[in-house]
């Protein structure tokens, strides 16, 4: 089954950038798009933006300017970086498979990352 | 696209059923509209796409509808596991958005 699984440091300080990878298991990840989103604590869910395998990007015009999205197809992996953090981008970072079709259909577990100043 | 669910929050007694109301500030794409059901610490599950499209191994007591601009999410027969928060979220266009979510509690 399908299987992805967040990692990379819990704790960031302000305006360094923040750093998650995303192993996927179970399927290859050179198929459909591959997902970033994130959850303040107690509010909702925003999409953070997406990788094909190609390498090709998509990001939530919002955080644009301070995302870079990377895939390493021989290790199954994705990566995010944000970079100049603030407390506003402290958050639960969930990776997550996206079809074209049925949505976010396969989600991480979460990874809390905390800003501190 | 702006999402806005409702209620914000709906209390229910178990084997009652629930509606979730999603309307967007234009329309969706191709209907592409999914729910997502996420339980305290739990990333979300992806219940419904396609408006009306169940996922993998979801029950028949969720069913949704809808189209354009108004979707709904109906859960029947509900149980106490039902306790979440649900999420719509279009992916017709992008950037994709999500509502803020309804809580439903069941008494």
């Known amino acids: 089954q399908v299987h992805l699984q967040e990692s990379g440091p819990g704790l960031v300080k302000a305006s360094e950038t923040l750093s998650l990878t995303c192993t996927v298991s179970?399927?290859?990840?050179?198929?459909?798009?591959w997902s970033w989103l994130r959850q303040p604590p107690g509010k909702g869910l925003e999409w953070v933006g997406h990788?094909?395998?190609?390498?090709?990007?998509n990001f939530n015009p919002s955080l644009k300017s301070r995302v870079v999205a990377l895939v390493d197809t021989s290790k199954n992996q994705f990566s995010l970086k944000l970079t100049s953090v603030t407390a506003a981008d402290t958050a639960v970072y969930y990776c997550?498979?996206?079809?074209?079709?049925?949505?976010?259909?396969?989600w991480g577990q979460g990874i809390l990352v905390t800003v501190s100043s | 696209i702006v999402l806005t669910q409702s209620p914000g929050t709906l209390s229910l007694s178990p084997g009652e059923r629930a509606t979730l109301s999603c309307r967007a500030s234009?329309?969706?794409?191709?209907?592409?509209l999914a729910w997502y059901q996420q339980k305290p610490g739990q990333a979300p599950r992806l219940l419904i796409y396609?408006?009306?499209s169940r996922a993998t191994d979801i029950p028949d007591r969720f069913s949704g509808g809808g189209s354009g601009t108004d979707f709904t999410l109906i859960i029947s027969r509900l149980e106490t596991e039902d306790s979440s928060v649900f999420y719509c979220?279009?992916?017709?266009?992008?950037?994709?958005?999500f509502g803020q979510g309804t809580k439903l509690e069941i008494k």
């Open positions: 997550a498979r996206e079809s074209p079709t049925r949505g976010f259909d396969h």
């Open positions: 179970g399927t290859s990840i050179t198929s459909d798009y």
């Open positions: 990788i094909y395998y190609t390498g090709r990007t």
């Open positions: 234009q329309s969706v794409s191709s209907n592409y």
């Open positions: 396609g408006a009306s």
């Open positions: 979220q279009q992916y017709g266009s992008s950037p994709y958005t």
